[in-house]
């Protein structure tokens, strides 16, 4: 990252970026990677990990959104992107 990428980085607001992925998903790491080198925090929960009761759970939320059930989910301060949509992405962290 340059400098000014850096500057920019620290300038801007973190907005609350939560991310619903499969370990498995090669946008999922795409999207994680993507998010560390620009400097963004984030948390995210890998589905496919979780102990079978609690990602039953968690999969069952996601249909009522994302009856596809399609991955990266990305919730950025409560806005849900379905799917690796990355300019949508950019929008919502103002780097587009």
Partial sequence: ????????????????????????CFFCSTLKRQLKEAGFQYSYTDLDLLPESERDKQIEELREFNPEESFPVTIIDNVAIVGYQEERIKKELGLS
């Fill in 1 to 24: 990252m340059s400098q000014v990428e850096k500057d920019i980085s620290q300038q801007r607001q973190q907005p609350e970026i939560h991310l619903l992925t499969l370990s498995t």
